[in-house]
């Protein structure tokens, strides 16, 4: 059964800190993964990745994909309040066959 | 654009009635996902639609929950006849046919069986 697990599955953080969160995945015709952010309503998109090695930024948050390991890793620099919210990794494991997995809370405390 | 629009949003209803929600994708977008969100399994992916045509149903948990598109622009999703297992914030996204992969996510109806 395919599936996606992240970790931790919360966090709280001060200010300034830098965090990295865990995704790890097994499907069985991967295509993309995808980080989103959650807070009080719907996901928003932050990136998508489909080549391992390359990193992905924007901002203060990158993300690099490794297909050999199956996981991934969203990197979170110089945390603000701003940035306190449920992230979630997506597999998308066959054509827009999208997996959740259940997220990472983060909390930062200013 | 308003984005995805999703109604009701939040529903509250006893156990055995029919409850529909609706969604309204984004003009011009090919796809449409129907999503539910809990706190034990996450957010899973229900059927999605492209073109109005439902293309995979396996994520839709039993034949009490139906789905339809009728046009472009609308698309319902009925629990008949509805049980407290169904209470779940119920998200509607839509995307293009293209290669970035961006879902638009409403902002999620939040349904309350009793």
């Known amino acids: 059964e395919d599936k996606v697990v992240q970790s931790p599955l919360s966090l709280v953080v001060h200010e300034g800190d830098t965090v990295t969160l865990n995704c790890s995945y097994e499907?069985?015709?991967?295509?993309?993964l995808l980080w989103y952010k959650q807070e009080k309503k719907a996901p928003t998109f932050l990136f998508m990745l489909?080549?391992?090695?390359i990193e992905k930024k924007s901002g203060r948050l990158s993300s690099i994909l490794d297909k050999k390991e199956l996981f991934s890793i969203l990197n979170i620099t110089a945390t603000q309040t701003g940035d306190s919210a449920v992230y979630l990794c997506a597999v998308e494991g066959g054509t827009y066959k999208y997996i959740f997995g259940t997220g990472t809370r983060l909390k930062v405390l200013a | 654009d308003a984005g995805v629009i999703q109604s009701p949003r939040h529903e509250v209803t006893e156990m055995g009635q029919e409850v529909t929600l609706r969604c309204k994708p984004i003009s011009g977008h090919d796809y449409l996902f129907w999503y539910r969100q809990t706190m034990m399994r996450g957010l899973e992916l229900l059927i999605y639609f492209n073109n109005n045509v439902p293309i995979d149903d396996s994520g839709m948990p039993e034949d009490r929950f139906s789905a339809k598109m009728p046009n472009a622009s609308f698309s319902t999703l009925k629990i008949q006849p509805s049980e407290p297992r169904d209470s779940a914030v119920y998200f509607c996204a839509s995307r293009e046919w293209d290669s970035s992969d961006e879902q638009f996510f409403g902002p999620g109806t939040r349904l309350t069986v009793l």
């Open positions: 499907v069985t015709n991967f295509r993309s």
């Open positions: 489909t080549s391992s090695g």
